[in-house]
Structure formats: structure tokens, C-alpha cells
């Protein structure tokens, strides 16, 4: 599992919010996945302002398991999470409009 390890970060970045997807919690499984699998995923977030208007802000690779978080991210933002597979077995899955959950204490 990695937490909060980054490739890399230029983007605006200051908030109590996080985007990551955990192990499973019930029926919320936010783990990311190759073909319904968890794997290791590369994983890119931006800022989206307007639909074209995007910057970028930070990279992260989840763990074996799926796991992972980014942390200290703008609440009052929206995002774009594009998560690649590294082996480049499928298409890249993107969600856009994404809003942080608040970190907790």
C-alpha cells in the first residue's frame, strides 16, 4: 500500500481535502483496478476549473492492492482523476468533476 507518497506535485495544493481510493469499506470499494482487479495503478489528478480550463497538480502510483490517497487538496475544487495502467494492457480510466472528501483528524 502506498499513502501519500507523490511522483510528483507542481499544482496548486493547501486544503483539508483528499482524493484516494481505499481498501474495501462495505460495499464502498474505491480501490483502483485493471479489469476489475486490484493493481498497481499510475495515477494523475488536475484541477478543473471549466472543462478545458484543467492544471495539473499531482501524480501518485497506488500500491499492489489499489490503494491510494492524495492529501491536502482544496475542498472547494473539482478534479480530474486519470488512472493509467502501467503495463499499457487497457485504456485509461478518467473521472472527471471529482470532489475531495475532508481529511480527517
Known amino acids: 500500500m502506498i499513502v501519500g507518497t507523490f511522483y510528483r506535485s507542481w499544482g496548486p495544493r493547501g486544503g483539508d481535502g483528499f482524493l484516494g ?61 486519470i488512472g493509467t495502467d502501467l503495463a499499457a494492457g487497457v485504456n485509461s480510466a478518467i473521472q472527471d468533476w471529482v470532489v475531495p472528501a475532508k481529511m480527517e483528524p
Open 21 to 81: 481510493g481505499n481498501a474495501p469499506d462495505g460495499d464502498n470499494d474505491g480501490r483502483a483496478k485493471i479489469m476489475n482487479v486490484p493493481r498497481r495503478v499510475y495515477i494523475q489528478v488536475y484541477v478543473m476549473r471549466d472543462a478545458v480550463d484543467v492544471q495539473y497538480v499531482a501524480s501518485v502510483l497506488s500500491g499492489q492492492d489499489g490503494v491510494w490517497r492524495l492529501q491536502g487538496i482544496d475542498r472547494t475544487l473539482k478534479y480530474r482523476v
